[in-house]
Structures are given as structure tokens and as C-alpha cells.
């Protein structure tokens, strides 16, 4: 069957997801993040190397930001994926690289403090999804146990498949906990916040060439979800509509060339 060049990066994520044994929420939820980011509509096969590098940036952001390379793998994977199915002629998987720690001559890595804007929806769930992972390492650590009890731990499958769970819960605790740590929750009732496009607010947009109007959320882009309209603030339309109040007209750069948004509503 020939592959399809035609296939958006939405449909190429449900392929690799429906490909994939077990149900590895961790690597789904990273691979919706990326989806946000670059446009669930973006045609996969005209996907820039220089597009990828700009998400492993903000994914790495000043390169202190823990587990960026974890987190980098799971998008690693699936470009790896697209490639060998022939979706995509590129390499693109090998442009997805954490960026190294800034430094300075005898004074080491520079740490910056920074703060996540977080909707009250996103907080939550958050919080929420956090507690859960921490409720499952008991478990993952008796399965750890049991499968270690075999002797033969060479090709112990099962051990191997438990610690390979246990690290990517870990990871994920990590990476929740450093973004809650960091995290400021926008108040929703601020009045000037209806004004002019922020983090949570819902934009009605309609494309000036086509005249198809959607409706998105800005969010961070640790709350994006494509498949719920949500986008992230760092993905190319999210950064283009901050900042921009109801009836502005924003450009937004594609692989396949400039489109034009006029912001219907905001709220």
C-alpha cells in the first residue's frame, strides 16, 4: 500500500497510537502536546526540520527544565515511525535534540526561575493526574518485586516491561511536580481579561481565504489537547491571536504558506 503524503499530523498520530501495544498514556499525552504545537490540520510531510527544532527548543526551553529529553523521545519515536512507513522523506527524528544548559565561564549552568500560567480547569487536572500517578507506584514497585523474583533476569521480559512503567510514572511525576512548582493560576474573573486574547480565553476565529470559522482555547502547552480544541500558546496560531482583541485580522505561518485569521469573539 502506498503511503500516504497526503495525511495530516492528527491522522498520523491516531496510526501510530492504534499501532502501538498497551495504552501508554504518558507517551499519548506528549504526542498531543506536539500535535498543538505544530496544528493537528498541518500536512506531516511538510514539516520542516527547522519546525522541529522549534519545538524541541520549547520543549527544552533554557535547558533546565527537567526531563525534556524524555519527553523529546516520545516525539523521537513517532517521526522515526513516519519515516520508515514512508509518510515523511525526511529525517525529521534526528532534528528533535535537547537543548544544552546555558553556561557561564567558571560559573556553571545558569538557572532561571520561570512561572506556567495555568488555567483553574488545567491546575486541576494537573493536581489531579498527579495524585493518581502517585497512588500507582506502590503498585508498580510490588510488580518490580514479583517479576524480579524470577532468577533469570536476562530475559525477563516482564521485569523489564514493569521498571520501564515505573520510570515513565516517575518521569511524569517529575515533570508535573516542576510545573506545579512554578505554576500561577490565572484568575478567570479578571474583567480586563475579556479585552484582548490571554491564556484561557475562548477565540471564535474564521479564515479569511476559506471563510471556515473554529472556535479554541489558548492554553499552555502542558494543557493542550487538539482533540478538544485546546491549543497551546506556544503552537504557531495560539502565539499569533495573544494579545489581540475581537476583530483584529493575525497572520500565521505554515509549511504550505501564510493564512490570515479574523478574531470573531473572544470570552
Known amino acids: 500500500m502506498e503511503p500516504n503524503r497526503h495525511a495530516t499530523l492528527l491522522q498520523t498520530v491516531g496510526e501510530y497510537v492504534s499501532q502501538k501495544k498497551g495504552d501508554n498514556k504518558d507517551e499519548t499525552h506528549e ?3 506536539f500535535v498543538s504545537w505544530c496544528g493537528p490540520n498541518r500536512i506531516i510531510a511538510d514539516i520542516s526540520p527547522s519546525v522541529i527544532g522549534d519545538y524541541a527548543d520549547s520543549v527544552a526551553g533554557t535547558g533546565t527544565r527537567p526531563q525534556a529529553a524524555a519527553r523529546l523521545q516520545e516525539v523521537r519515536k513517532f ?17 528533535v535534540r535537547a537543548r544544552k544548559p546555558k553556561t557561564r565561564s567558571g560559573q556553571g549552568v545558569v538557572q532561571e526561575e520561570t512561572q506556567t500560567q ?52 516517575v518521569s511524569r511525576i ?15 474573573n479578571d474583567p480586563s481579561r475579556s479585552l484582548t486574547v490571554k491564556l484561557g480565553t475562548v477565540v471564535d476565529v474564521q479564515e479569511m481565504a476559506s ?10 502547552a502542558s494543557e493542550a489537547s ?11 496560531i495560539g502565539k499569533a491571536l495573544l494579545g489581540r482583541a475581537a476583530g483584529h485580522e493575525v497572520g ?9 485569521y479574523r478574531i470573531i469573539t473572544i470570552s
Do not use: C, M, W
Open 174 to 188: 517529575r515533570d508535573i511536580e516542576f510545573i506545579l512548582n512554578s505554576a500561577v493560576v490565572i484568575d478567570a
Open 118 to 169: 495555568l488555567t483553574a480547569e488545567g491546575h486541576e487536572q494537573l493536581v489531579n493526574e498527579l495524585r493518581d500517578l502517585k497512588s500507582r507506584l506502590p503498585q508498580l514497585s510490588d510488580a518490580i518485586q514479583k517479576a524480579a523474583a524470577d532468577k533469570d533476569v536476562r530475559e525477563n521480559a516482564p521485569l523489564e516491561a514493569a521498571r520501564e512503567d515505573q520510570g515513565r510514572v
Open 79 to 95: 517521526l522515526t515511525f513516519a519515516f520508515k512507513k514512508g509518510i515523511i522523506e525526511v529525517r525529521l527524528a534526528q532534528h
Open 252 to 260: 500565521v505561518e505554515t509549511p504550505r504558506g501564510a493564512a490570515r
Open 211 to 220: 471563510g471556515r470559522r473554529a472556535t479554541y482555547t489558548v492554553v499552555s
Open 31 to 33: 504526542l498531543q502536546r
Open 226 to 236: 487538539p482533540l478538544d480544541r485546546k491549543i497551546s500558546d506556544v503552537s504557531p
